[in-house]
């Protein structure tokens, strides 16, 4: 069975940074859109950003545009997700997600096919 594995996450103060992996166990992701999510306590899963298959190409949503950075090593078969100059509201379970058809405005948890366990990012203020 496919599964995504993130690692990175931790509590961090306000201001700081944290950078989160993601590598998959059972096959290779090198063709695929990667794709990051988060969700908070009682909310929605939701879009945080994405990279096209050669890391070329990414697409952000607009409050982590300038504080985030995804990039790719199809090489080592690993996602990252650089976060600079955290807040609070970033707390939540980060969640990487591989899509084989999508490109990097597939802004849906439905346009991914594989999901990691997701790790918890606490920002603290």
């Known amino acids: 069975q496919v599964h995504l594995v993130e690692s990175g996450g931790g509590l961090v103060q306000a201001g700081g940074s944290l950078r989160l992996s993601c590598a998959p166990s059972?096959?290779?992701?090198?063709?695929?859109?990667m794709g990051w999510f988060r969700q908070a306590p009682a909310k929605e899963r939701e879009f945080v950003g994405s990279v096209n298959w050669n890391g070329d190409s990414t697409y952000y949503r607009d409050s982590v545009k300038g504080r985030f950075t995804i990039s790719r090593n199809n090489s080592k078969n690993t996602v990252y997700l650089q976060m600079d100059s955290l807040k609070p509201e970033d707390t939540a379970v980060y969640y990487c997600a591989a899509s084989p058809y999508g490109n990097t405005r597939s802004l849906y948890p439905s346009d991914y096919d594989y999901w990691g366990q997701g790790t918890q990012v606490t920002v603290s203020s």
């Open positions: 059972g096959r290779t992701f090198s063709g695929y859109v």
